[in-house]
């Protein structure tokens, strides 16, 4: 099943161009895909500079973002969870 997951689940290219038009600090950018039985979990770290950036107004950007790799994901049988964590620049 992760195999099927992997050939037919490969989003990881609209996600970095959607948040590379959102944030500032283009290079702390960092995606990792983690496909398992559950679905796909999509880990996104950002420099915190540019976290307010992500998560928008009252959660509405991030909402959106994670309600469209919901539907993606359904379309594909597949549950699809996006996780925003901090990078820490040192």
């Known amino acids: 099943m ?3 997951i992997q ?5 990881t290219e609209f996600l970095e161009y959607v ?3 959102l944030i500032k600090n283009q290079e702390s950018l960092k995606i990792v895909k983690q496909i398992d039985e559950q679905g796909v979990l999509y880990n996104v770290e950002i420099d915190t500079t540019d976290i307010p950036q992500v998560i928008g107004k009252q959660g509405k950007t991030i909402n959106a973002l994670r309600k469209v790799f919901n539907v993606v994901g359904h379309l594909h049988g597949v549950r699809a969870t996006l996780k925003v964590n901090s990078a820490k620049i040192i």
């Open 19 to 21: 948040l590379r038009t």
């Open 7 to 11: 050939r037919a689940y490969n989003e």
């Open 2 to 4: 992760v195999q099927e």
